[in-house]
């Protein structure tokens, strides 16, 4: 991994992003970075703006101001295809899957494989998707039916799969673990630790601290549209990283007695 | 901890050492983001289960399979309460006929319901496109040009098509891009494109239609004879033949699972034996004597003493009807347009997020509604040899019941160009059939009603059993 603070451009920088909505700042000046083979955690209360600011990287909300730099140099993101020409890739909380659409569908969805004059080529994405999938989950085996029919688990799989498959730099997961069990938990998080050794930089979105801490390089913690910091892991605690969240001060303004409100 | 699908995955990225550590493992993994339960074989016994059996190596959709079944037993229960005259050359040409307009404009609205919205406007599109074409043939072009041009009809024709692809811009555009609920922009459309036809001619009935121009419609003349329909159904069926061939061996070279042979093999019997029979029937429809001997007499035909039996041939609507599946089918199936419109049905902000233009697609799906409305329109006229102000009122109702019986579902999502047109002649047998059997007119439409709303309520316990 890349240490931040290193001579070396960030994968991603993002530069004083605001995002409003009719006069309420959704997003307000805030500044992150990911370096090549890192996880930031992304964190905050429900309404803190996480998830605005990842979609203005991942192309699906418009800017009002800011920029955007894909290793060191500045990039125009206004839809989700410019997102994918960096190499963006996004899984989306809801999964963002067409219900009504195969497998190999989905996995091509926009991308589609075509032959010569333009005609859908199913059986070379039903392939593709066969052989990502063979890797990835060797037990998936319904290719030809909606995915509607499909478990939570293989449904995720099938995101994932989209996500990783047209070679992604930077990988943006809002929730990944929201709707899964234990054990599907625990494969994701295997995931993440897979990804970020190929040099994969992931921003990782969560409500969970526990999933944060095991996961995340550096924390950055948002509040009410804006950023409250940026912090390495191992310099924090969980509680410091709760009253980041939840009073907005950085561990070093922090005041025992608030420290021990937490807990009140 | 069971990273070891998951890990393996990473293997797209290079790590193939990784995979091979992994792989033997995976026999013991539980997979817990794959819970595919082994599935206990879900065959009956007895004959039923012979049944369900074909079925499911034919690959054939059930859904589609019970529509056939509908329209077989709606078919042999008229023809015996009718004694007889149903099932007859005569009359189940007349029935294709009836059913090619309605068939049309139905592949087109099965793309907009499956992007959940729906097109009210097409009855009074018709009369207006209709009346358009009237009086460009009857009174615009023939002002310059003379009467009876051999070109009249080509010009006509596509002016339609393209007055069509205009107004289902425009109200596609004010559907994608201003956010009207597509119901309202097209009851506005209902009222507007009506009161526009009348006011274009008047009020006026516009007759009669260039010779050519006619044989759109159908008639006496514009069918395409015995030999040509032999030589149509001979192509269908080596193209049924092949695409099976091709379909089949595309499969195989990537490894796939395919139909057992023995299904396939039925398949390239069974669709080439339905179009031949299917011919073979409509052909035995014969000119009438007088006319035959007309058509003798023009083609230098010697007539034999036991008078002359000259089919028809297939309707040149029905050929259009054909046609118009085909190329709908395949936009809907084979193509991005087509994929990207069941996307959007299924989830529109998914699509959004992959790229896809969702805004321009709908305004292109009520485009290409526009454009088949005009050859509808076009037909229509053709067929009645006139545009009256009352062109095509209440044929919206066919339209979306023609899509809805066809499995379309008015959620979004789902619907088939081939259901559609199912959906088209199961409404036209019926009411066809109620008009031989004499039921009155008012009764006709509480029958199709309720059929409307049975089909529907049967279709979505259908879909509920499947879900669950």
């Known amino acids: 991994m890349t240490a931040p603070g290193d001579a070396v451009a960030p994968l991603v920088e993002m530069r004083d992003m605001s995002v409003s909505f009719g006069g309420v700042h959704a997003v307000k000046d805030v500044t992150i970075d990911l370096f090549p083979g890192e996880v930031l955690g992304l964190v905050g209360g429900n309404g803190a703006g996480k998830s605005t600011l990842i979609k203005t990287l991942s192309g699906a909300q418009a800017a009002d101001s800011g920029q955007i730099f894909v290793e060191g140099e500045p990039v125009e993101i206004h839809t989700p295809i410019d997102a994918k020409k960096w190499g963006i890739e996004t899984i989306y909380q809801t999964l963002a899957l067409a219900d009504n659409i195969d497998a190999p569908g989905n996995m091509f969805l926009g991308r589609e494989l075509t032959s010569g004059i333009g005609n859908l080529d199913d059986s070379a994405m039903e392939d593709a998707t066969r052989k990502i999938m063979g890797r990835l989950n060797p037990k998936f085996e319904n290719f030809k039916v909606p995915v509607s029919s499909l478990s939570g688990g293989q449904r995720q799989s099938v995101a994932i799969a989209r996500a990783v498959h047209f070679n992604a730099r930077i990988l943006i997961m809002d929730e990944p673990t929201a709707a899964l069990g234990p054990a599907e938990t625990d494969q994701v998080r295997g995931l993440i630790r897979q990804l970020k050794e190929e040099g994969i930089g992931i921003i990782l979105i969560s409500h969970d601290i526990h999933d944060v801490f095991d996961l995340a390089d550096r924390i950055s913690v948002m509040l009410q549209g804006r950023l409250v910091g940026t912090v390495p892991k191992h310099d924090v605690t969980m509680d410091e990283v709760l009253a980041m969240i939840i009073i907005g001060k950085m561990p070093e303004e922090l005041t025992q007695t608030e420290l021990a409100d937490l807990h009140g | ?468």
């Open chain 2, 1 to 468: 901890m069971d990273a070891i699908a998951w890990s393996g995955m990473v293997c797209t990225f290079g790590n193939r050492e990784q995979m091979a550590v992994t792989e033997d493992k995976t026999t013991t993994s539980e997979g817990a983001l794959a819970p595919q339960h082994a599935q206990a074989s879900p065959y009956p016994g007895g004959v039923r289960g012979l049944i369900s059996r074909a079925v499911t190596s034919l690959e054939i959709d059930t859904r589609m399979f019970g529509m056939i079944i509908g329209l077989v037993v709606i078919w042999v229960g008229f023809h015996i309460w009718t004694g007889g005259t149903f099932l007859t050359p005569r009359n189940l040409w007349f029935l294709t006929v009836q059913t090619a307009i309605v068939a049309i404009m139905a592949t087109g609205m099965v793309l907009i319901i499956v992007t959940r919205n729906i097109d009210l406007s097409v009855g009074s599109m018709l009369g207006f496109i209709g009346m358009f074409m009237a009086l460009m043939q009857a009174e615009w072009l023939p002002s310059i040009f003379g009467f009876d041009q051999w070109y009249t009809w080509i010009i006509v024709l596509i002016a339609g098509l393209i007055l069509g692809a205009i107004i289902g811009l425009i109200q596609g555009a004010v559907v994608a891009y201003a956010g009207v609920p597509s119901f309202i922009v097209t009851l506005g459309g209902l009222l507007v494109w009506r009161g526009l036809s009348w006011v274009m001619a008047h009020g006026r009935t516009i007759a009669p239609m260039d010779v050519t121009f006619q044989l759109l419609g159908g008639g006496a003349r514009g069918t395409v004879g015995g030999p040509i329909s032999w030589s149509i159904a001979i192509v269908a069926s080596l193209a049924i033949v092949l695409l099976l061939i091709s379909r089949r061996r595309n499969r195989l070279k990537f490894g796939f699972r395919v139909r057992p042979f023995w299904a396939d093999l039925a398949l390239m019997v069974l669709g080439p034996a339905l179009v031949i029979v299917a011919v073979w029937f409509l052909n035995q429809y014969y000119m009438p004597e007088a006319v035959a001997q007309q058509f003798a007499q023009e083609n230098g035909l010697e007539v034999p003493p036991g008078g002359l039996e000259i089919p028809f041939g297939l309707a040149n609507p029905v050929l259009i009807a054909l046609g118009t599946a085909i190329v709908m089918t395949f936009i809907a199936t084979r193509r991005r347009f087509g994929r990207y419109v069941y996307s959007i049905g299924g989830n529109p902000e998914a699509a959004q997020l992959s790229g896809i233009r969702t805004k321009r697609l709908i305004m292109l799906t009520f485009m290409v509604m526009g454009i088949l409305v005009g050859l509808a329109a076009a037909v229509q006229i053709a067929r009645l040899n006139s545009a009256t102000a009352g062109l095509g009122t209440l044929q919206e109702l066919s339209v979306i019941a023609a899509a809805v019986i066809g499995g379309t579902s008015l959620t979004g999502g789902v619907g088939t160009v081939f259901g559609a047109v199912l959906g088209a002649l199961f409404m036209q047998s019926l009411q066809s059939g109620m008009v031989l059997v004499g039921i009155e007119t008012a009764m006709q439409d509480v029958v199709i009603g309720v059929v409307l709303v049975a089909a529907v309520v049967a279709d979505v316990a259908y879909r509920r059993r499947q879900a669950a």
